[in-house]
Structures are given as C-alpha cells and as structure tokens.
C-alpha cells in the first residue's frame, strides 16, 4: 500500500504530496485525513494523508512512512474539499489551507505536546471493612455525590489514601475538558416582539434550505435574541449551531449569554490556550456541543451536522484574514451551509455596503429590526463641532463634552470615551477648517511620513511634501493628527481628578484575560470612565452607561482606504449602541472638525439608508466596490533593489495580459517592511474575473522556485 503525504514546507513555497509506501504492520491503522510522520530529506515531517494508492507504479526508492499518528480522522471529507476549495479561490497552498482549520495540536508539525487532561475521581469499590469515624467521613462524602474528586477528599482527611490501598475505595482516570467559564448572567427569556417574531419565522420556515440572510438589525434591537429562538430550533432538529462572533472580548460577553440558556457550548478563539483549545475541539468532533461560539477560524469547526450558521456583526473586518491562506469566513460559511444544506444568518447594525447592495439585489433576503428591543430608546447624538467650540485648557476635550461627563459623574452614571486610534501612522490636518490633503490621483487622503517627512498616497504612491499651510483658508494651525489613549489618559486625569478612570487598548490588554478584567471592574462599577480605542467600541452592554464621547472621528474619516466613510459610519453606530442600554436616554458626543461629512451626519441620525444610497455614488464615481471588484497581489522580498525591479516587471505582464482591469501601483505597503521584509502592493480593479486566476496562479508558479521573493494574492478582501 501507498500514500500521498501533504507536507509542509512553507520556506520553499512548495505544495505538493510525496509519496510513501506503507509498511505491513501500519496498514489497517491508514486512513484518508490523518497525519503520519514520514523521513523527508534528513527530517522528519508529519503530513496528511490525503490519498491512499494500492498499487504505485514505480515502487522503487519509495520510504516508508515512520508512523501513523492519529486514530481518527482529523480531515474529514467536507474539510478535505473545503481546503481544495479554499487553496484554489484564494490561490494558497493547500497545505496552508488544512492547517488553518486545525487547532495548533492538529496540525501537521506540531512542537508543542498537547494531550488530553485527566481528572483523578474516587468512587467505592467495596464496604466489606469496619470504618473509623475519619473513613466513614470520607464514605458518607462519596454517598453525597456518587463520585468525587481525588483532590477534594484528601482535603478533608487523609484517611482517603488508606480506604484506596485497602481497596474499599478505587481511583479512576476521566477526562477533562480545561475550558471552565465563570458565568455569572441571569438570563432572563423573553418573548418575541412581533418584529422579531417575523425575522425569526422566515428564518425558521427556511432551515433546511441553503438560504442566505441579512438581518439589518440596529444595536438593540434583539438580533441576539433572535438568534436564541433558532437555535434552539435548530436544536429541537438535532443539528448543530455556529455562531461567529468578531473577537474575543466579545465571543465571552456572547458566550455567557448564550451558556446561561444553553447547556451545551463550546468555545473557539484564539485567546484560548492551546490545552483548552484541543478540548473544545474535541468535545465539538463527539458531538458535545450544540452550540459552537468563536471568532474567524471557528468556522472551520467540526461540527458534522450544521443546521444553521449566523455571523453576528458580520460587517467586521476581522473576518478576512489577511496572511495565508487568505480567506473570508463569510464565503467560507456560504460553503459550508451549502454542503449541509441550511441557512447563512449575517447579522449586523452597519452592513457592509457590499453586503446591503448585495440584499437590494436578492442575493440576500434582507430581514429588517429597525426598533430597539427592550424598554431602552436610542441615544441622543450631539455633534460637538470643534472647529467653533473651546477647547478646555490644553487638552483635546471641549466645554460640551467636559460639561456632560461632569453631569454624569455627579450623578454616578458611567461614561465609555473612545479615542480611535487606529496601529497606522496618521494624517496632517488644518485645526481651523479641518482640512486634509488628499491624492490627486486616487481621492484617498495622504499619510504623513514622519521620518521622511512627507505625505504619501498608500494607493498610488503619490509622494508630496507636506503642507505648512492650509491651501483652503491659509492657517498655519497644521497638526499631525492620531492623538493616542495614554495622551488622552493624561488630559481626563486633570480634567477630572476624583473620577475614576480606566483605559483599555493594545498595551493594557497584551496578557492574557486582561480584557475581562477591565471589563468587569467597569461592570461592577469600579470605575467611572472607561477609555479606550475601537475595541470598546462593539457589543458591550452596561447598564449604568449613559454617555458616550467619540474624542475625534477624524482620524477614522481619513484613513488611507476607500472605505474610510464607511468605516467611521460603523465605528460611530456601534460605539453610540454603548449609550442607554436600559430606561434611561443615552447620550452620545462626538468631537469632529468635520461635522458635515455625510458619515457623520448621517450617523447621528442613524440613518443608513440615505448613508448607504450617498456611498454608493461615491463608489460608482470613484470605481469602487460593490461597482468592482479589487484585489491584490502582494510581492515580497529581503532584498530591496531586486524586489523593486521584479514588482516593475509583474505590473508590465500584468496591464499586457489583463488588458480588461485597471492596474494600480505598484505601490509601498504599510508597514513597508516586516521582519526584514520589503513588501509592495499591486491593485487589480475589474468587473469581472474571467482567466484573473489562472495568470495570476501562473505569476505564482513563476516565481515558485526562487525562494528570494513571495507572492501572494488578496481577493476582495475587507481593508485594502
Ligand atoms: P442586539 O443583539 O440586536 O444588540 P439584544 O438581543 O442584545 O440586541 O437585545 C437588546 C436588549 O433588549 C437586551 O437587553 C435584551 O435582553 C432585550 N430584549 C431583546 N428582545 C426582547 C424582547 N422581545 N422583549 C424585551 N426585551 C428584549
Ligand atoms: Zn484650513
Ligand atoms: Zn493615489
């Protein structure tokens, strides 16, 4: 017997099977998607199997494989072609493909040793003995509950070690799963609103049907609660839920939720340790779990009988990933619901305008919750136009925004302050009039360079110096904009010195449950103001929070990207959904030098559908998505004069051999380089795809044997 092993060998680019024989002794254990170890040059490497061949036509100078690892299979048929799936559409390796899916355990190649955990349970084997008081303690212990721990008993007595050696009682090995939620919700059921119950039966008629939903539903309108119902339906059926939620501060709060009205629910992030992981994994592969919870590669889960999947804030741009394999989940999910023959749920408050142009065109059937749920009504949104208002002192709040929160920090109700600050450099903007300087070129505001000291386009490469004036109304107040938390820290403290204060961002939340610390010190109400960047932003959900302050937007509207507008519609909706959760009115401040921006504007109203009809004329004039597709070869290199000649001679091969499509660049991507890597980016505008794969798989194949340069493609992906 033969098999063709997948192995990976990442450094090489290369992609292929090898194939070795299968000596005697292993032949029963061999099965198609399981991972054996086999000799590769003077290595050693786990694969996966992915064919078996009886008869090889050359047997000779074929190795055999070392040994077979797994008993079961970890690469069942669906995920098999899931991977061929993804590895084509994405143009990645497929090797990458596979091992995207698996938990760090399952993969091929792993260092790391994880196995399963056992829990050490005592029970009563035989009572044929006299007890002293001290064993018949221990006994009446183990009657209670029927089994107990090991670790338990001997807390109460040690006479738990001589019952064991005198066989009255006996230990026993069980596992256990790592994973252990400290859930605190009281949840509390509702029924439906007929708004609800209308979304939730049009879903419900359809389970069973491959169907695709965009559930429009504002912040609070009982998305999630409508989730529930069809879950429990789905349930009631005897199939499996996914739920994908964007991140892990959120998949908890949700998870929580969820697991106070559900028994059986498994977890799935990336904020989980490699132990717990593999439990969850294989407590969803027996078929434990009802419900699976998690972030992007969640959806990959093996769940063997799928009756729904619904991704919750589905606009999120953190479903793309963005390094190899290079996928969306959401496409990934419209696989997967077509292979099990249910329904695809994409909830959100802000879709993106991809996603609703797709729904007023019955690719997805849009469902709509335009009212909030419960007793809570929408926030107030007050503009605060800092171009006319006072600033106070030297910081960057103005009085109507110091006035609010000192009202409701005397009235002990909590604040959330966002200050978005985005890991890109920033912009230079005119404080007087708020004007930025965009590219000539593209329409795409310029990035300042600091240690070059100039603003560059990141679409065309557009280079200019910087301005010193304002070419609009002549002011020299030109500031670097992307003003960071910790500065904004500073400025609270003075302004407030008896509050309260707590800041979340990138650095207070580098280890590990440091997140829900913050958060439930700010639920328990340890603190008064919460700050922090766009990762306060989503689904939090306090009840003593009644204002919101965006510290300026304008960092978000500028962004180097064409969907920067979009963007800060959804930043501003989601963070303005933080504000009144319960009986009182929230109130919400954002500080802008642009109050006139349609984003906005349109925000404060919460008024998408004239947001999304605006957009669209932006898109359709600036050719961009939904009106065409853009995607993006990236090419990469250690050596910089190379990689610059080569980048110049794949944009020529491409405006020759793609005569249809726009080509743009090649341009510096930001970061330019990453560990020591020169990175550039060239952008594919079309309308239709026709042989775009098929030159840009040959442009890879091209360049397959020279290990000094990378490509790498971008399909549609959410942040370009
Ligand atoms: P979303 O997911 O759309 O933000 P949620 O499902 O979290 O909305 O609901 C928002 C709030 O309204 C929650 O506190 C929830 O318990 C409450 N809620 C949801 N549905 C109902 C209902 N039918 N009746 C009363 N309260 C509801
Ligand atoms: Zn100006
Ligand atoms: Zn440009």
Redesign the pocket.
């Known amino acids: 017997m033969y098999v063709k092993v997948l192995v990976e060998l990442s450094a090489f680019n290369i992609d292929k099977m090898f194939t070795y024989h299968v000596p005697n002794e292993y032949i029963n254990d061999i099965k198609i998607g399981i991972r054996v170890l086999v000799p590769f040059n003077n290595q050693e490497l786990e694969g996966f199997i992915l064919e078996i061949d009886n008869d090889y036509e050359d047997p000779f100078d074929i190795k055999d494989i070392i040994k077979v690892i797994d008993s079961e299979v970890i690469l069942n048929d669906e995920l098999l072609s899931l991977g061929k799936k993804i590895s084509h559409g994405t143009l990645s390796t497929l090797i990458s493909s596979y091992q995207v899916m698996l938990p760090k355990s399952l993969k091929a190649k792993n260092k790391s040793k994880v196995g399963i955990k056992y829990q050490q349970i005592v029970e009563i084997d035989n009572l044929n003995i006299d007890l002293t008081d001290k064993q018949q303690e221990i006994i009446n212990k183990i009657n209670e509950k029927g089994r107990c721990l090991y670790s338990e008993l001997k807390k109460i007595n040690s006479s738990v070690d001589t019952l064991l050696k005198k066989g009255v009682l006996r230990k026993i090995e069980v596992e256990e799963y790592r994973l252990n939620i400290d859930n605190n919700y009281q949840y509390?059921k509702?029924?439906?609103?007929s708004d609800?119950e209308k979304v939730f039966n049009e879903i419900k008629n359809n389970l069973g049907n491959n169907k695709h939903f965009l559930l429009h539903?504002?912040?609070?309108?009982?998305?999630?609660?409508?989730y529930m119902e069809l879950m429990e339906e789905v349930i009631k059926n005897n199939k499996k839920c996914l739920l994908l939620v964007p991140e892990i501060t959120l998949t908890n709060q949700i998870a929580k939720r969820i697991m106070a009205r559900f028994k059986r629910v498994a977890i799935l992030h990336s904020g989980l340790s490699d132990g717990e992981k593999y439990d969850e994994y294989r407590k969803i592969k027996r078929g434990e779990a009802d419900i699976v919870i998690g972030a992007r590669s969640a959806v990959f889960a093996p769940l063997s009988d799928i009756g729904i999947i619904i991704i919750d804030e589905c606009h999120t741009s953190s479903y793309y990933q963005d390094v190899m394999p290079r996928y969306d989940a959401v496409e990934v999910a419209k696989e997967r619901c077509l292979y099990h023959s249910c329904p695809l749920v994409l909830g959100t408050?802000t879709p993106t305008i991809d996603m609703y142009a797709r729904a007023t065109k019955n690719i997805y059937q849009l469902l709509t919750?335009d009212k909030?749920?419960?007793d809570?009504i929408p926030p107030k949104v007050i503009i605060s136009d800092m171009t006319k208002e006072k600033k106070v002192g030297d910081t960057f709040f103005s009085e109507t925004l110091v006035n609010k929160i000192k009202e409701k920090l005397e009235h002990h109700e909590q604040v959330i302050l966002l200050q978005n600050r985005r890991g890109y450099s920033s912009t230079i903007m005119c404080t007087n009039c708020g004007y930025t300087m965009k590219c000539p070129n593209c329409d795409i505001t310029l990035t300042y360079h600091k240690n070059k000291d100039i603003m560059r386009c990141h679409y065309c490469g557009y280079a200019t110096k910087k301005m010193i004036k304002c070419p609009k109304c002549d002011s020299k107040d030109i500031k670097e904009l992307g003003l960071g938390t910790e500065k904004v820290e500073e400025d609270l403290h003075k302004l407030f010195n008896e509050a309260r204060i707590v800041r979340m961002d990138y650095d207070t939340t580098s280890k590990k449950g440091s997140h829900e610390k913050i958060l439930n010190a700010f639920g328990n109400y340890e603190y008064d103001i919460l700050l922090g960047t766009q990762m306060i932003a989503k689904g939090l959900?306090f009840d003593k929070v009644t204002l919101v302050g965006v510290i300026s937007c304008d960092n978000s509207l500028f962004m180097p990207s064409y969907k920067s507008s979009e963007d800060t519609y959804n930043l501003l909706n989601q963070v303005s959904?933080r504000s009144g959760?319960r009986s009182i009115q929230g109130e919400v401040i954002i500080q802008t030098y642009n109050p006139d921006h349609y984003a906005i504007e349109l925000s404060s109203k919460n008024d998408y559908l004239s947001f999304y009809n605006r957009e669209m004329e932006e898109r359709r004039e600036g050719k961009y998505p939904p009106y065409y597709y853009l995607s993006e070869v990236i090419i990469k290199s250690v050596d910089y004069e190379f990689l610059s000649r080569e980048v110049n001679k794949i944009k020529t091969l491409l405006i020759n051999k793609l005569p249809d499509k726009i080509i743009i660049g090649p341009m510096m991507l930001y970061p330019f380089k990453v560990n020591n890597v020169n990175r550039f980016g060239i952008i594919i505008k079309y309308k239709k795809e026709l042989d775009l794969k098929e030159i840009l798989k040959g442009l890879i194949d091209h360049y397959k044997a020279n290990s000094k340069i990378k490509i790498e493609v971008s399909f549609n992906p959410r942040d370009i």
């Open positions: 509390v509702h029924a439906l609103n609800q539903g504002i912040t609070g309108s009982g998305k999630t609660e409508v408050a919750l909030r749920a419960g809570a959900d959904g959760r």
